[in-house]
């Protein structure tokens, strides 16, 4: 059975910093792309940031580049989001997401969450101003 389990969210002031984990299980972790997505409240769901385990590559949405970084330990199956320099805009809530590649329309660079496969259940992330 697949599994993606996050952890790592909370409450933090703006300008902080927070460290997502998801811990997958149930699949070869290197033939998988895992990606972050989020929803805030009232909003679609929206990719966040993705890594290709099969070669080492990462993207970001333009509203994160800079401020986080995605990556991976192999050895315990776990895919990091390491997010700093936190806003307000940030708060939602963020899931981990498997699929074959990583799940972005490369022509027009949005995420694209039906090319998903698996879905985790989310962790709630807080920015207070």
């Known amino acids: 059975e697949v599994q993606l389990v996050e952890s790592g969210g909370g409450l933090v002031q703006a300008g902080g910093s927070l460290r997502l984990s998801c811990a997958a299980s149930?699949?070869?972790?290197?033939?998988?792309?895992i990606a972050w997505f989020r929803q805030a409240p009232g909003k679609e769901r929206e990719g966040v940031s993705c890594?290709?385990?099969?070669?080492?590559?990462?993207y970001y949405t333009n509203s994160v580049k800079g401020r986080f970084t995605i990556s991976s330990e192999n050895a315990k199956n776990t895919v990091y989001l390491q997010m700093n320099s936190l806003k307000p805009e940030d708060t939602a809530v963020y899931y981990c997401?498997?699929?074959?590649?990583?799940?972005?329309?490369?022509?027009?660079?949005?995420?694209?969450?039906?090319?998903?496969?698996?879905w985790g259940k989310g962790t709630l992330v807080t920015v207070s101003s």
């Open positions: 997401a498997a699929a074959l590649r990583c799940p972005i329309n490369w022509a027009s660079l949005k995420f694209i969450a039906t090319m998903v496969d698996y």
């Open positions: 890594f290709s385990s099969s070669d080492g590559t990462t």
């Open positions: 149930g699949f070869t972790f290197g033939n998988v792309a």
